[in-house]
């Protein structure tokens, strides 16, 4: 905002970001507890795409 600094520039700090030092690791699901999974969904579109996400995995 120009008019509250009358021009004067502030001088701004700087944001600094943690960086992990090991990739997060994907969550997967147990061959066994897919069809719990599947019978879990009440919506067919939900059920949809999880089979799909299971079928790219196997």
């Known amino acids: 905002m120009h008019h509250s600094t ?3 520039r502030q001088p ?3 944001n600094h970001v943690a960086v ?3 990739p997060a690791q ?3 699901v147990a ?5 719990a ?3 879990a969904c009440e919506h ?3 059920r949809f795409l999880f089979a799909r996400l299971l079928d790219t995995r196997w």
Do not use: Q, S, V
């Open 6 to 8: 009358k021009g004067d």
């Open 12 to 14: 701004r700090g700087t």
């Open 20 to 22: 992990r030092a090991t």
């Open 26 to 28: 994907a969550l997967t």
């Open 31 to 35: 061959e066994a507890r897919a069809p």
């Open 37 to 39: 999974i599947l019978d």
């Open 44 to 46: 067919l579109r939900d």
